[in-house]
């Protein structure tokens, strides 16, 4: 298993507030955007990357981080035979992701994920 890319996320109900100041100002791309999550970033560069979404999609909470990984199976597997609480998933997502939801142990609500499933 290989972590693939990190991006944080900002819960907002003004989504589209942030591009004038990630965008506008900063001169980041709009890389994605679903109505209620948008990520900023330089196309070509994965490692740069910030959301702000007004929920986590399919009615889920923000998560605070969104992880990309190559396996997301073998991951919830392992986190969950470590014993660390699942909130949501593993699910298949309309939008092309396979994801669950897990406590990381401060608390934060964290999304792994893996695109193309």
């Given at each position: 298993m290989r972590v693939k890319r990190i991006v944080a996320n900002i819960n907002t109900l003004n989504v589209s507030e942030a591009k004038s100041f990630y965008q506008d100002m900063l001169e980041l791309d709009l890389l994605m955007d679903h109505g209620w999550i948008e990520t900023y970033g330089l196309l070509g560069k994965e490692n740069i990357q910030i959301s702000f979404a007004s929920q986590g999609g399919s009615n889920t909470p923000t998560p605070d981080l969104s992880i990309e990984v190559d396996d997301?199976?073998?991951?919830?597997?392992?986190?969950?035979?470590a014993g660390y609480t699942i909130e949501y998933g593993p699910v298949d997502e309309p939008w092309g992701v396979r994801r669950f939801y897990v406590r990381d142990p401060f608390g934060k609500l964290i999304n792994i994920l893996a695109h193309g499933h």
């Amino acid at each position: 298993m290989r972590v693939k890319r990190i991006v944080a996320n900002i819960n907002t109900l003004n989504v589209s507030e942030a591009k004038s100041f990630y965008q506008d100002m900063l001169e980041l791309d709009l890389l994605m955007d679903h109505g209620w999550i948008e990520t900023y970033g330089l196309l070509g560069k994965e490692n740069i990357q910030i959301s702000f979404a007004s929920q986590g999609g399919s009615n889920t909470p923000t998560p605070d981080l969104s992880i990309e990984v190559d396996d997301v199976d073998a991951v919830f597997e392992r986190m969950k035979s470590a014993g660390y609480t699942i909130e949501y998933g593993p699910v298949d997502e309309p939008w092309g992701v396979r994801r669950f939801y897990v406590r990381d142990p401060f608390g934060k609500l964290i999304n792994i994920l893996a695109h193309g499933h």
